[in-house]
């Protein structure tokens, strides 16, 4: 099978290592706009199964004959290309998986869904690490359930080694951090889909050997969640796990507008405080030393009449034999693993679907755990 990848960064770098040490791949092309970086990361992370070049993922006309080479197409850019980059895939006859992160992005390539089952293509939006790979778990937990109620999914990426004032170091892009920070997120209560303003609803909490951390809620990570278990669950709901004391600082910033589009003069000059916010984050938390990710999925309900509670976790840490941090695995192998089953066939309906719907938990874990990301459960009273 041939997957091509769209974007160099550091996301795409991981799917381009994991594709290309699958031996169910036979070529996987690399793009971006930069064209010497995707040849450096063919190069790097190829292992002898690449092709590279330029490609702009604005440029949806040349998207469409540059998937006809594919079996499968990995989009590894920001958010508002991956409607236009579905629509090409699905025109090319190829499958599209995308990391997602923007609801209304999400919802512009459901509406691909006839199209996508006319050209007979899986399209995957949000497949990443939360929100991703977080959703199949989470549904792999609660069908143990006969009678599941409320589903907690706590997530985070994180410095092994804080650094202050914000305790952390940019993992993914800053566009995707500041869009969790600003938007709003999506949960369950009372079994209604409510909206709740992003960074709020502090809690406490400690993982084993590593100590105390604080969780708050952040857009994006319950992705078609909350849609899919309506009706079934009572409650759900997502939030980013960070250092004690990130929430109240970053919350600070953001209230005095540093995430906003809206134009200001500086020194003759109109620009966006966002811009300028996303430049700022770059140039001061890109520490680039070893990090970790933590998932938590608690999920409780009741099992033969009996109310039960289990608890799901992974402590991932940054692979020094690959060089690949944490984030990178936990969010690039998820796609790469979904993308191949796609190609593979192990998909066996067409369309635009949630991951949770789609994916086969049993057979995604097993993959997760080739790749030495493991879900360890318990089974706790509630």
Request: charged share 25%.
């Amino acid at each position: 099978m041939k997957i091509a990848v769209i974007g160099a960064g550091l996301m795409g770098r991981a799917a381009v290592y994991d594709l290309a040490h699958n031996p169910k791949v036979d070529m996987v092309g690399v793009y971006d706009i930069d064209a010497k970086l995707a040849r450096m990361v063919a190069h790097k992370y190829g292992h002898r199964k690449t092709v590279a070049g330029r490609f702009d993922a604005g440029d949806v006309k040349k998207a469409a004959t540059l998937f006809k080479r594919f079996d499968a197409v990995v989009s590894a850019v920001t958010y508002r290309y991956n409607p236009g980059l579905a629509k090409a895939a699905i025109g090319a006859g190829a499958h599209f998986f995308d990391l997602g992160g923007n609801n209304d992005a999400v919802d512009a390539e459901f509406k691909l869904d006839r199209a996508a089952k006319r050209a007979g293509v899986v399209v995957i939006p949000d497949c990443g690490l939360a929100p991703g790979m977080v959703s199949v778990i989470a549904a792999g937990d609660i069908a143990r359930f006969d009678k599941p109620e409320s589903v907690q999914i706590r997530v985070g990426g994180l410095p092994q080694k804080p650094h202050p004032p914000l305790d952390y170091q940019m993992l993914f892009s800053a566009e995707g951090l500041i869009n969790e920070y600003y938007e709003p997120a999506v949960a369950l209560r009372n079994g209604r889909a409510v909206a709740i303003e992003s960074l709020g609803e502090i809690e406490s909490l400690t993982f084993a050997g590593l100590g105390k951390f604080e969780a708050f809620s952040t857009s994006g990570g319950t992705s078609t969640l909350p849609k899919t278990y309506k009706g079934i669950l009572k409650n759900l709901d997502y939030k980013t796990i960070r250092y004690p004391g990130h929430c109240e600082r970053f919350k600070t910033m953001m209230d005095i507008g540093l995430a906003s589009w809206e134009k200001v003069m500086v020194d003759g000059a109109w620009v966006t405080p966002r811009s300028v916010f996303k430049a700022v984050l770059n140039k001061n938390l890109s520490h680039d030393e070893p990090d970790l990710s933590l998932v938590r999925i608690i999920t409780e309900g009741k099992i033969g009449g009996i109310r039960k509670k289990l608890v799901s976790e992974i402590i991932d840490r940054f692979d020094r034999r690959t060089g690949l941090t944490s984030m990178m695995r936990c969010t690039a192998f998820p796609i790469t693993i979904i993308a191949v089953m796609a190609a593979s066939g192990q998909i066996p309906t067409c369309g635009v679907m949630p991951q949770e719907k789609a994916i086969d938990p049993d057979i995604f874990e097993s993959e997760l755990a080739k790749r030495r990301i493991i879900i360890r459960r318990r089974w706790n009273r509630p």
